[in-house]
């Protein structure tokens, strides 16, 4: 019963002068007599099956470890959101089209499932040039709401998906993704800046 009771999480305790540590009523020796009568430790059941201890500082300094390497890996993470924005802002900002227009994906069925992200997307998904007014360019033609890759016969997506996909920087705010669609920057060259 007592094992049972003790199996799981960590047990704070003292080491006494004779060298031992008593956990839920119950002595264990410690193997080397390193640490002074009266140290507080915590002890706990390790996965080869050993009752193991560490005093808190230790403890309380290796969570800061943790907690130091969580922190700078957020920050980087944050970093490279912030460059991927950065990025995809001075791209897009390239793309001088004479009407309105924003980023979109043509959404698949295998994207909505209730394995995936359930946003339309696929490995295979590429960010669009949507247009938001109808623009007519000699012989290219688009209405509102087609694909700059698009023509008039082919698919725009089914947009079974209400979701606006936005990228969102590492403070959180949201941005539009850069344009990939090899087709959409084909047709966007006469219209590309420097």
Same mark, same amino acid.
């Given at each position: ?120 997307? !696929? ?17 290219? $033609? ?8 698009? !023509? ?29 669609? $090899? ?12």
């Amino acid at each position: 019963m007592w094992f049972n009771t003790v199996r799981h999480g960590q047990h704070p305790a003292e080491v006494a002068a004779d060298g031992s540590v008593t956990v839920n009523g119950v002595a264990l020796r410690l193997c080397r007599d390193t640490l002074s009568a009266g140290t507080a430790v915590r002890v706990w059941l390790n996965g080869s099956g050993f009752f193991v201890c560490a005093t808190r500082d230790e403890i309380e300094r290796e969570a800061q470890g943790w907690h130091d390497a969580e922190a700078a890996k957020a920050e980087e993470r944050r970093q490279q959101l912030n460059a991927l924005r950065a990025d995809a802002e001075a791209f897009n900002a390239r793309i001088v089209l004479p009407v309105r227009w924003d980023v979109g994906i043509k959404d698949v069925l295998s994207g909505l499932s209730a394995t995936s992200w359930g946003d339309g997307r !696929s490995k295979a998904t590429v960010e669009h040039v949507y247009l938001l007014d109808e623009l007519q360019a000699g012989r290219l $033609k688009r209405q509102a709401g087609d694909f700059l890759c698009t !023509s008039a016969s082919g698919t725009n997506g089914k947009r079974w998906s209400s979701v606006v996909d936005r990228g969102h920087d590492g403070d959180g705010q949201p941005f539009q993704p850069k344009v990939t669609c $090899k087709a959409c920057l084909a047709q966007a060259r006469r219209w590309m800046q420097d």
